[in-house]
């Protein structure tokens, strides 16, 4: 397949994910009980299989290899990305694809602490980049308007832009907080419980669960199995923190005095001097 027809192709396919996506999300807010049991089949369509092979493959990680040495540019340039998406389908459908274990890299933070980065094989982040296009629409419609980290079009500025905001008006205190190790210590079990409230298609949960039993290479060329948590630098760990996370977003929401109160409620504690929640907690 030569430039111009490879990029009609993706052209296309892109329209055809925006089409399906957009589809998925006006299903999910339209029936927020609503359990999608016909996934699969859309992380193996071609369509979506090459804008996720697009994106990993502009992405700038796409340079670093995984436990199998191969980078995007080896896959592109010895084998072929149509045999490899082909191949990848294949596998997929067939459901013999077992992810690959990530391998550890130990990045270095301010204070003399270090950050761990656990970075798949290209060919595990192609089947994670479509998954997440499937299943980050149907999310989008639960997750709340004050969370802002790792979703698309938001970012932690906007965080503080609406924090400066409501401080600029009439609310006076902020309340910082941190999950300590939040990717390393989501527990497997409450995250496919989550998973499982808007997804009943068993092939994607069990994908979910390889995914996230993966296991680490470590840099000393141990490896170790993953009984809690998800990796950082994994393509699906965001979204999939985020679903994790979205349990306090609604916890917050139903508390005295906060998004769910009704307006004599707030009123009352109004006129009691007790604090009060904006419209929705500013979430990072």
């Given at each position: 397949m030569n430039?111009?027809e490879?990029?009609?192709?993706l052209?296309k396919a892109e329209?055809?994910v925006?089409?399906i996506?957009?589809?998925l999300?006006r299903?999910?807010?339209?029936?927020?009980?609503r359990?999608?049991?016909?996934?699969?089949?859309?992380?193996?369509?071609?369509?979506?299989?090459l804008?996720?092979?697009?994106?990993?493959?502009?992405?700038?990680?796409?340079?670093t290899?995984?436990?199998?040495g191969?980078?995007a540019?080896?896959?592109?340039?010895v084998?072929?990305?149509?045999?490899?998406?082909?191949?990848?389908?294949?596998d997929?459908?067939?459901?013999?694809?077992?992810?690959?274990?990530?391998?550890?890299?130990?990045?270095?933070?301010?204070?003399?602490?270090?950050?761990y980065l656990?970075?798949?094989?290209i060919r595990?982040?192609?089947?994670?980049?479509?998954?997440?296009?499937?299943?980050?629409?149907?999310?989008?419609?639960?997750?709340?308007p004050?969370?802002?980290?790792?979703?698309?079009?938001?970012r932690?500025?906007?965080a503080v832009?609406?924090?400066?905001?409501l401080?600029?008006?009439?609310?006076?205190?902020?309340?910082?907080?941190?999950?300590?190790?939040?990717?390393?210590e989501?527990?497997?079990?409450?995250?496919?419980?989550?998973?499982?409230?808007?997804?009943g298609?068993?092939?994607?949960?069990?994908?979910?669960?390889a995914?996230?039993?993966?296991?680490?290479?470590?840099?000393?060329?141990t490896?170790?199995?993953?009984?809690?948590?998800?990796?950082?630098?994994?393509?699906?760990s965001p979204l999939?923190?985020?679903?994790?996370?979205?349990?306090?977003?609604?916890?917050?929401?139903?508390?005295?005095?906060g998004?769910?109160?009704?307006?004599?409620?707030?009123?009352?504690?109004?006129?009691?001097?007790?604090a009060?929640?904006?419209?929705g907690?500013?979430?990072?």
């Amino acid at each position: 397949m030569n430039t111009d027809e490879l990029e009609y192709a993706l052209l296309k396919a892109e329209r055809r994910v925006l089409e399906i996506q957009t589809k998925l999300h006006r299903w999910s807010g339209d029936d927020p009980h609503r359990r999608f049991d016909d996934l699969y089949n859309l992380v193996t369509d071609p369509a979506f299989l090459l804008v996720a092979w697009d994106r990993v493959r502009s992405n700038r990680g796409a340079r670093t290899a995984g436990v199998d040495g191969r980078t995007a540019h080896y896959i592109e340039s010895v084998r072929g990305a149509e045999g490899f998406l082909a191949d990848l389908r294949a596998d997929l459908k067939a459901r013999t694809f077992q992810p690959l274990p990530v391998r550890r890299r130990a990045i270095p933070k301010a204070g003399g602490k270090v950050r761990y980065l656990g970075i798949a094989t290209i060919r595990d982040r192609v089947a994670q980049a479509s998954l997440k296009l499937v299943l980050e629409p149907i999310w989008e419609a639960d997750f709340r308007p004050c969370s802002y980290g790792f979703r698309p079009n938001r970012r932690a500025h906007d965080a503080v832009a609406e924090v400066h905001h409501l401080t600029s008006r009439s609310y006076e205190w902020i309340v910082e907080g941190d999950i300590k190790a939040c990717f390393d210590e989501i527990s497997h079990a409450a995250l496919m419980d989550r998973v499982r409230e808007r997804v009943g298609d068993k092939r994607v949960l069990a994908l979910v669960k390889a995914f996230l039993k993966a296991g680490i290479l470590t840099e000393e060329g141990t490896l170790t199995d993953t009984n809690a948590g998800t990796p950082q630098g994994s393509i699906l760990s965001p979204l999939l923190s985020n679903v994790a996370l979205s349990v306090l977003d609604e916890y917050i929401a139903q508390g005295p005095g906060g998004p769910a109160a009704s307006r004599l409620e707030r009123a009352k504690r109004r006129r009691r001097g007790s604090a009060q929640l904006p419209a929705g907690p500013v979430c990072g």
